[in-house]
Every structure is written in C-alpha cells, then in structure tokens.
C-alpha cells in the first residue's frame, strides 16, 4: 500500500513516516505540505491513500479531497486533522473523504484506517462520528428532509434495500456479495442503481442519508 502524507507541518509529516515505517507492506509515496503539492504529486507517484490534513495554506485539505476525487477517484483520501468542528467534518465527507480520524490517533488505529478504506470500507473515528450526527442535525438537507421515511421502500426494491444496509455497516462490495451471495459485479450494480435513485454522489453521502431515513 502507497500512502501520500499532506501536512503542512514537517513535524507531523516525519512522525507519520516514522510510524508507517513500521508497518510492512505501507510505504510512502510522496509527501506534500499543501493541496496544490498533492496534486503535483499524484500524477508522478503510485499512491493508493493520501493522509489529508484540513487546514494547510493555499489549497486546503477540504479542496484538495475534492479535486483528489474529481481527477482520480480511485485514489482513497483519509482526512487527519485535529478539528473536532462539525463544519470541517461534514465539509469533508462531502467532498468524498473516505475516512477521518483524529492527529492523537494511535498507530493501530492509522493503520488500520488506511487499510479498511482500501478494502473499500469508510472509516470514521468515534468522536467524529458524534460531531457528524450533530452536524447533520443543525444542516440543511433537501434530500432527506423532503422524503418521509416511509418512501424509502418504495423508491429502493427489497434487495437494493438490503445492499443499501450492508453499505451502512461499512462493508465492502466483496463482503457484501459473499454475504448476499451475489457476485461482486451485481454488487456493483445495485449500488449504481441505488446511488441515482437516491441522488447521492458517494457511498459516503449514502451512508448518510440512510442514518436519517432508517
């Protein structure tokens, strides 16, 4: 695994290093001190996630998750910050973060973040989760505030209703088709559907819609 560090704070980029280095099979492919970097870098690297911080001069880490996402979607982004503010939460996840933890994470925790969203799994720390429900609580959300939670059955079939589910416990499409028993490439599919039929962009953006509507 291919892991691009962007902070921009050389402190906190070489103590990462030092922790992956400990990690076989992680190995950092480029490190970046602001958004703009990120996307020079990408281009000239294997990366496979990017450990994003939010606040860095010029291009934040907000902007960068998006043109990250925009240009090479199969690239996973995990936001790392500090910030605990509901804003910079759901800014984030918005943009298409596959994850966001906090700095004061140990490394068990980095690790396995980074590898969980590789499996295609989100990865939400605890307390990040709290301020994400609280968030959504205070926001303005058309989608979900104009559709009864009645309706939800009627606008999915049952098994896209099932799939729906399994994608709010975090699994992947392989884990969802072995449980379901389907093949991986109908898994696909009925998250396609089920992405358009709701108007969302992202399995993120699913997952929370799903927590207001089930």
Same mark, same amino acid.
């Given at each position: 695994?291919?892991?691009?560090?962007?902070?921009?704070?050389?402190?906190?980029?070489?103590?990462?290093?030092?922790?992956?280095?400990?990690?076989?099979?992680?190995?950092?492919?480029?490190?970046?001190?602001?958004?703009?970097?990120?996307?020079?870098?990408?281009?000239?690297?294997?990366?496979?996630?990017?450990?994003?911080?939010?606040?860095?001069?010029?291009?934040?880490?907000?902007?960068?998750?998006?043109?990250?996402?925009? $240009?090479?979607?199969?690239?996973?982004?995990?936001?790392?910050?500090?910030?605990?503010?509901?804003?910079?939460?759901?800014?984030?996840?918005?943009?298409?973060?596959?994850?966001?933890?906090?700095?004061?994470?140990?490394?068990?925790?980095?690790?396995?973040?980074?590898?969980?969203?590789?499996?295609?799994?989100?990865?939400?720390?605890?307390?990040?989760?709290?301020?994400?429900?609280?968030?959504?609580?205070?926001?303005?959300?058309?989608?979900?505030?104009?559709?009864?939670?009645?309706?939800?059955?009627?606008?999915?079939?049952?098994?896209?209703?099932?799939?729906?589910?399994?994608?709010?416990?975090?699994?992947?499409?392989? $884990?969802?088709?072995?449980?379901?028993?389907?093949?991986?490439?109908?898994?696909?599919?009925?998250?396609?559907?089920?992405?358009?039929?709701?108007?969302?962009?992202?399995?993120?953006?699913?997952?929370?819609?799903?927590?207001?509507?089930?």
């Amino acid at each position: 695994m291919n892991v691009m560090i962007a902070d921009d704070q050389s402190i906190v980029r070489e103590g990462l290093k030092m922790i992956l280095s400990l990690h076989e099979g992680i190995e950092v492919s480029g490190e970046a001190s602001c958004g703009e970097e990120v996307l020079n870098l990408l281009p000239q690297t294997e990366t496979d996630v990017i450990l994003m911080d939010i606040r860095m001069p010029g291009m934040d880490g907000i902007e960068a998750t998006k043109a990250v996402k925009d $240009r090479y979607p199969s690239v996973k982004v995990i936001i790392l910050t500090t910030f605990e503010d509901g804003h910079y939460i759901f800014a984030g996840l918005k943009s298409g973060a596959d994850g966001y933890i906090l700095k004061d994470a140990d490394s068990d925790e980095i690790v396995a973040s980074l590898k969980a969203v590789c499996e295609g799994n989100m990865m939400l720390n605890p307390k990040v989760t709290v301020q994400v429900v609280k968030a959504l609580n205070h926001m303005d959300i058309p989608a979900v505030q104009e559709e009864p939670k009645s309706n939800l059955t009627e606008i999915l079939t049952p098994r896209e209703l099932d799939v729906a589910k399994h994608i709010m416990e975090g699994k992947s499409n392989k $884990r969802i088709a072995a449980d379901l028993f389907l093949t991986e490439g109908t898994v696909k599919n009925y998250v396609s559907r089920i992405l358009d039929k709701l108007e969302v962009t992202n399995r993120t953006e699913l997952t929370l819609y799903l927590q207001k509507m089930i």
